[in-house]
């Protein structure tokens, strides 16, 4: 859907079965639109401080618009 991303987020207490997670990435640089096809790539980004640690990541998927399906093929994570 026009204007869908994904973004990365981190949690810090994996005994909490809540599990609050953050943006690794803060602010809209951390959002990777999804609306086109193809494979979509960003530069290299400054991740949060919080998330330099031994974290458990997810990748969630936000503002869609409920209908379309996306689905893909993988999703990569690469850190330095």
């Given at each position: 859907a026009a204007g869908a991303d994904l973004?990365?987020?981190y949690s810090t207490d994996s005994a909490?079965?809540?599990l609050t997670f953050a943006d690794v990435i803060s602010g809209v640089?951390?959002?990777?639109a999804i609306g086109a096809?193809?494979?979509i790539t960003t530069g290299w980004q400054d991740i949060v401080a919080g998330a330099k640690?031994?974290?458990?990541?997810?990748?969630?998927g936000k503002d869609?618009?409920?209908v379309a399906d996306p689905s893909f093929r993988g999703v990569n994570l690469?850190?330095?």
């Open positions: 973004r990365t987020q909490d079965p809540a640089a951390g959002e990777v096809t193809g494979i640690a031994f974290v458990q990541i997810r990748i969630m869609g618009d409920g690469e850190t330095r």
